[in-house]
């Protein structure tokens, strides 16, 4: 059912209402039907939002792993230069 036939589904049904009433829903209608659009258009952001940040996070963790091995690499380079430091000065 498009956006339009729903108004029209309901034309007979505010017939019964008086003519103020029916004015009132046709802007509630109106009014949800915005909520609507801004609902959908919201879960499209959200869901774009979690993709990006979970690539981000992807991301983030691959740096981690080489500046945790960087770290590793750089520890054991100090290690072996406080060992021959040790030795020159003996």
């Not at 993709?51 to 100090?78: P, T």
């Amino acid at each position: 059912m498009a956006v339009g036939d729903f108004g029209e589904n309901l034309t007979p049904l505010l017939d019964v209402f008086p003519t103020e009433v029916a004015h009132d829903i046709n802007w509630i209608l109106t009014i949800l039907k915005a909520v609507g659009i801004f609902a959908i258009i919201y879960l499209i952001y959200m869901i774009t939002m979690v993709i990006l940040n979970w690539k981000r996070y992807g991301q983030l963790k691959r740096l981690e792993s080489k500046i945790s091995k960087l770290d590793k690499k750089l520890n054991l380079l100090a290690d072996e230069r406080k060992g021959s430091i040790k030795k020159i000065k003996k």
